[in-house]
């Protein structure tokens, strides 16, 4: 199994380590613009969607449209180039900026776009885990409590929840290391 032990990732989480705590394994996410499967559903949406807010915009500015019919169509359009590009940069960014812990006791998930989020899994208290493996073995591992709120966890507008591991090296080892430490 992959892990990314250097002295930089280990500074971030020992502070988070309890006494006995035993760090198991550190990783981080795959790096770069990432599709995904739902893009081929999403890009020719947003695509359409964007196009027709910037026809409005231009429209409305050389048609010398009132001001209320400009100011109307910004938020579409913005909506639009965050939904086309946008999303790719900043799930990149989350990515980059994003460390996966395993302990023999939690799973420390530490990320943020613009602020940092820490979220502590306690493995003995986990009773669903999913994993997804793409063939070149990399996938994701979606934690939760209640059977049902996997479907909660997968959409394509990469609002990423708190309660995953994404895009990481090996997923099926590391899942068969989270299921024995709940033994």
Avoid at 53 to 66: D, K, R, S, V
Wanted: charged share 20%; aromatic share 14%.
């Amino acid at each position: 199994m992959t892990t990314l032990y250097n002295s930089d990732l280990e500074n971030e989480i020992r502070p988070l380590l309890s006494a006995n705590e035993k760090l198991l394994w550190m990783g981080k996410p795959k790096k770069g613009i990432v599709f995904q499967w739902s893009d081929i559903f999403v890009i020719p949406f947003t695509i359409l969607w964007c196009g027709f807010a910037i026809f409005w915009e231009t429209m409305a500015i050389l048609g010398n449209a009132p001001i209320f019919f400009v100011v109307w169509g910004v938020p579409f359009v913005l909506v639009g180039l965050y939904m086309l590009v946008g999303r790719f940069w900043a799930d990149k960014i989350r990515r980059d900026k994003t460390l996966y812990a395993i302990t023999n006791e939690r799973i420390i998930i530490k990320t943020g776009l613009f602020k940092l989020e820490i979220n502590v899994l306690y493995i003995r208290n986990l009773s669903y885990i999913h994993f997804s493996e793409n063939k070149d073995k990399t996938g994701n591992i979606y934690f939760s409590r209640e059977e049902n709120s996997f479907r909660n966890q997968l959409s394509p507008f990469r609002s990423q929840s708190m309660n995953c591991i994404v895009m990481v090296e090996n997923v099926k080892e590391l899942y068969h290391l989270i299921t024995t430490q709940q033994r």
